[in-house]
Protein backbone atom coordinates (compact mmCIF):
# COMPACT_ATOMS: atom_id res chain seq x y z
CA UNK A 1 0.00 0.00 0.00
CA UNK A 2 0.98 3.51 -0.65
CA UNK A 3 1.12 5.32 2.89
CA UNK A 4 -0.44 9.30 2.81
CA UNK A 5 0.56 11.90 5.44
CA UNK A 6 -0.66 15.40 6.03
CA UNK A 7 1.17 18.18 7.79
CA UNK A 8 -0.13 19.96 10.01
CA UNK A 9 -2.41 17.82 11.65
CA UNK A 10 -4.36 21.03 12.20
CA UNK A 11 -4.61 24.15 11.64
CA UNK A 12 -6.15 27.42 13.29
CA UNK A 13 -7.04 30.44 11.08
CA UNK A 14 -9.32 33.28 10.65
CA UNK A 15 -11.60 34.25 7.82
CA UNK A 16 -9.53 35.86 4.84
CA UNK A 17 -6.47 33.91 6.12
CA UNK A 18 -4.51 31.98 3.28
CA UNK A 19 -4.20 28.30 4.49
CA UNK A 20 -1.70 25.85 2.45
CA UNK A 21 -2.29 22.16 3.77
CA UNK A 22 0.99 19.59 2.53
CA UNK A 23 0.14 15.93 1.31
CA UNK A 24 3.22 13.41 1.01
CA UNK A 25 2.95 10.20 -0.54
CA UNK A 26 5.08 7.05 0.41
CA UNK A 27 6.25 6.54 -3.12
CA UNK A 28 5.74 8.40 -6.40
CA UNK A 29 2.20 8.57 -7.43
CA UNK A 30 2.37 11.00 -10.98
CA UNK A 31 -0.70 13.42 -10.26
CA UNK A 32 -3.22 10.70 -8.96
CA UNK A 33 -3.64 12.75 -6.07
CA UNK A 34 -7.39 13.75 -4.99
CA UNK A 35 -8.79 16.18 -1.97
CA UNK A 36 -11.73 16.15 -0.01
CA UNK A 37 -13.34 18.33 2.27
CA UNK A 38 -15.65 16.85 5.23
CA UNK A 39 -17.88 18.55 8.34
CA UNK A 40 -18.69 16.89 11.42
CA UNK A 41 -21.26 14.49 11.03
CA UNK A 42 -21.11 14.61 7.21
CA UNK A 43 -19.91 12.19 4.81
CA UNK A 44 -17.06 13.45 2.51
CA UNK A 45 -16.51 16.27 -0.30
CA UNK A 46 -14.67 15.60 -3.62
CA UNK A 47 -13.19 18.84 -3.95
CA UNK A 48 -10.30 18.43 -6.09
CA UNK A 49 -8.49 15.91 -8.43
CA UNK A 50 -5.50 14.93 -10.44
CA UNK A 51 -3.22 16.92 -8.07
CA UNK A 52 -5.28 20.18 -9.47
CA UNK A 53 -8.51 20.06 -11.37
CA UNK A 54 -11.47 21.43 -9.48
CA UNK A 55 -14.64 19.02 -9.07
CA UNK A 56 -17.37 20.86 -10.55
CA UNK A 57 -18.95 23.52 -8.35
CA UNK A 58 -15.79 23.81 -5.84
CA UNK A 59 -15.07 27.18 -5.01
CA UNK A 60 -12.38 28.85 -7.20
CA UNK A 61 -10.56 29.72 -4.03
CA UNK A 62 -9.40 26.12 -3.60
CA UNK A 63 -6.56 24.95 -5.55
CA UNK A 64 -3.73 22.28 -6.02
CA UNK A 65 -0.90 21.36 -7.20
CA UNK A 66 2.22 19.14 -7.07
CA UNK A 67 3.14 16.21 -8.73
CA UNK A 68 5.43 12.74 -7.63
CA UNK A 69 5.15 12.38 -4.05
CA UNK A 70 4.79 16.20 -2.19
CA UNK A 71 1.49 18.05 -2.86
CA UNK A 72 -0.23 20.92 -1.41
CA UNK A 73 -3.68 21.85 -0.83
CA UNK A 74 -4.55 25.95 -0.70
CA UNK A 75 -7.32 27.73 0.02
CA UNK A 76 -6.33 31.30 -1.14
CA UNK A 77 -9.21 33.10 1.65
CA UNK A 78 -10.88 31.25 4.25
CA UNK A 79 -14.58 31.57 4.01
CA UNK A 80 -16.76 30.42 7.15
CA UNK A 81 -17.79 27.19 5.56
CA UNK A 82 -14.63 26.06 5.18
CA UNK A 83 -13.67 25.31 8.82
CA UNK A 84 -13.67 21.43 7.69
CA UNK A 85 -11.08 18.52 7.93
CA UNK A 86 -9.78 17.93 4.66
CA UNK A 87 -8.26 14.80 3.51
CA UNK A 88 -5.37 13.70 0.65
CA UNK A 89 -6.59 10.48 -1.22
CA UNK A 90 -4.42 9.05 -3.60
CA UNK A 91 -5.36 6.81 -6.68
CA UNK A 92 -2.55 5.44 -8.31
CA UNK A 93 -3.17 2.53 -7.04
CA UNK A 94 -5.70 1.15 -4.52
CA UNK A 95 -6.92 3.69 -3.17
CA UNK A 96 -5.55 5.17 0.30
CA UNK A 97 -6.13 8.29 2.25
CA UNK A 98 -3.68 10.52 4.16
CA UNK A 99 -4.85 11.02 8.12
CA UNK A 100 -6.14 14.16 7.46
CA UNK A 101 -5.90 18.07 8.44
CA UNK A 102 -8.19 20.03 10.49
CA UNK A 103 -8.91 23.44 9.73
CA UNK A 104 -10.34 25.01 12.47
CA UNK A 105 -11.60 28.83 13.95
CA UNK A 106 -8.38 31.31 15.22
CA UNK B 1 -30.08 14.56 -9.06
CA UNK B 2 -28.02 12.04 -7.78
CA UNK B 3 -28.71 10.65 -4.73
CA UNK B 4 -26.41 7.13 -2.77
CA UNK B 5 -28.73 6.72 0.07
CA UNK B 6 -27.78 4.04 2.75
CA UNK B 7 -29.49 2.02 5.50
CA UNK B 8 -29.86 2.60 8.34
CA UNK B 9 -27.77 2.54 11.88
CA UNK B 10 -26.69 -0.81 13.18
CA UNK B 11 -26.02 -2.87 16.18
CA UNK B 12 -24.03 -6.15 16.80
CA UNK B 13 -22.33 -8.34 18.76
CA UNK B 14 -18.87 -9.20 18.49
CA UNK B 15 -18.72 -12.48 15.86
CA UNK B 16 -22.17 -11.41 14.20
CA UNK B 17 -22.46 -10.50 10.08
CA UNK B 18 -23.86 -6.85 8.99
CA UNK B 19 -24.91 -6.15 5.55
CA UNK B 20 -25.82 -2.32 4.57
CA UNK B 21 -27.06 -1.50 1.37
CA UNK B 22 -26.67 1.69 -0.36
CA UNK B 23 -29.78 2.51 -2.95
CA UNK B 24 -28.37 4.56 -6.19
CA UNK B 25 -30.44 7.66 -7.97
CA UNK B 26 -30.44 9.75 -10.53
CA UNK B 27 -28.04 8.26 -13.17
CA UNK B 28 -27.33 4.90 -14.88
CA UNK B 29 -26.78 2.22 -12.08
CA UNK B 30 -24.92 0.16 -14.56
CA UNK B 31 -22.59 2.85 -15.41
CA UNK B 32 -19.94 3.99 -12.67
CA UNK B 33 -18.24 1.54 -10.08
CA UNK B 34 -19.45 2.12 -6.16
CA UNK B 35 -16.85 1.54 -3.36
CA UNK B 36 -16.82 1.42 0.02
CA UNK B 37 -15.04 3.49 3.03
CA UNK B 38 -15.27 2.84 6.37
CA UNK B 39 -14.34 5.78 9.28
CA UNK B 40 -13.51 4.64 12.40
CA UNK B 41 -14.84 7.40 14.84
CA UNK B 42 -12.26 10.49 14.78
CA UNK B 43 -9.99 8.83 12.71
CA UNK B 44 -9.20 9.12 9.25
CA UNK B 45 -10.47 6.95 6.05
CA UNK B 46 -9.83 3.72 5.21
CA UNK B 47 -10.79 2.17 1.22
CA UNK B 48 -12.56 -1.41 1.60
CA UNK B 49 -12.99 -2.29 -1.94
CA UNK B 50 -15.21 -1.93 -5.18
CA UNK B 51 -18.53 -3.45 -7.25
CA UNK B 52 -18.83 -3.00 -10.54
CA UNK B 53 -22.50 -3.02 -10.93
CA UNK B 54 -22.68 -3.78 -14.77
CA UNK B 55 -21.17 -7.40 -14.04
CA UNK B 56 -20.86 -7.61 -10.54
CA UNK B 57 -17.17 -8.35 -10.32
CA UNK B 58 -15.45 -6.53 -6.72
CA UNK B 59 -12.11 -5.92 -5.68
CA UNK B 60 -11.12 -6.07 -2.19
CA UNK B 61 -8.50 -4.43 0.34
CA UNK B 62 -6.51 -7.07 1.44
CA UNK B 63 -6.73 -6.26 4.86
CA UNK B 64 -10.84 -7.24 4.15
CA UNK B 65 -10.63 -9.85 1.63
CA UNK B 66 -11.68 -12.73 4.14
CA UNK B 67 -14.24 -11.13 5.46
CA UNK B 68 -16.00 -8.80 2.88
CA UNK B 69 -18.55 -9.44 0.01
CA UNK B 70 -19.94 -6.94 -2.22
CA UNK B 71 -23.06 -7.45 -4.27
CA UNK B 72 -25.85 -5.55 -5.80
CA UNK B 73 -29.33 -5.92 -7.20
CA UNK B 74 -29.74 -3.85 -10.96
CA UNK B 75 -33.31 -4.41 -10.54
CA UNK B 76 -33.18 -1.97 -7.20
CA UNK B 77 -29.81 -0.26 -8.34
CA UNK B 78 -28.50 -1.04 -4.59
CA UNK B 79 -25.41 -2.34 -3.70
CA UNK B 80 -24.46 -4.48 -0.64
CA UNK B 81 -21.56 -4.77 1.46
CA UNK B 82 -21.37 -7.35 3.66
CA UNK B 83 -18.74 -7.85 6.55
CA UNK B 84 -19.03 -10.98 8.54
CA UNK B 85 -16.72 -12.19 12.17
CA UNK B 86 -17.32 -8.35 13.41
CA UNK B 87 -15.25 -7.22 16.05
CA UNK B 88 -15.10 -4.16 18.33
CA UNK B 89 -12.55 -2.88 15.96
CA UNK B 90 -15.54 -2.61 13.29
CA UNK B 91 -17.33 -0.09 14.85
CA UNK B 92 -17.05 2.56 12.01
CA UNK B 93 -19.22 4.56 9.59
CA UNK B 94 -19.32 3.08 6.27
CA UNK B 95 -19.52 4.92 3.25
CA UNK B 96 -20.87 3.99 0.02
CA UNK B 97 -19.29 6.25 -3.19
CA UNK B 98 -19.61 6.25 -6.32
CA UNK B 99 -16.66 6.57 -8.89
CA UNK B 100 -16.59 9.42 -11.27
CA UNK B 101 -15.16 7.34 -14.06
CA UNK B 102 -17.72 5.64 -16.16
CA UNK B 103 -17.21 1.76 -17.07
CA UNK B 104 -14.15 1.33 -15.26
CA UNK B 105 -12.47 2.41 -11.44
CA UNK B 106 -10.65 5.71 -11.30
CA UNK B 107 -10.47 5.56 -7.83
CA UNK B 108 -11.90 9.59 -7.34
CA UNK B 109 -15.45 9.60 -5.53
CA UNK B 110 -17.35 12.10 -6.60
CA UNK B 111 -20.42 11.14 -4.56
CA UNK B 112 -21.23 9.43 -1.15
CA UNK B 113 -24.11 7.96 0.99
CA UNK B 114 -25.02 9.69 3.56
CA UNK B 115 -22.91 6.62 5.80
CA UNK B 116 -23.93 3.83 7.80
CA UNK B 117 -22.76 3.58 11.65
CA UNK B 118 -22.11 0.01 12.83
CA UNK B 119 -21.48 -0.18 16.53
CA UNK B 120 -20.18 -3.63 17.46
CA UNK B 121 -20.68 -4.20 21.02
CA UNK B 122 -21.72 -6.59 23.65
Known amino acids: DIQMTQSPSSVSASVGDRVTITCRAS??????LNWYQQKPGKAPRFLIYGASSLQSGVPSRFSGSGSGTDFTLTISSLQPEDFATYYCQQSYITPTFGPGTKVEIK | QLHLVQSGAEVKEPGASVKVSCKAS????????LHWVRQVPEKGLQWMGL????????MYAQNFQDRVTMTRDTSTSTVYMDLTRLRSEDTAVYYCARDRAMSTSSGLLDSWGQGTLVTVSS
Open chain 2, 26 to 33: GYSFTTNY
Open chain 2, 51 to 58: INPSDGST
Open chain 1, 27 to 32: QGIRTY
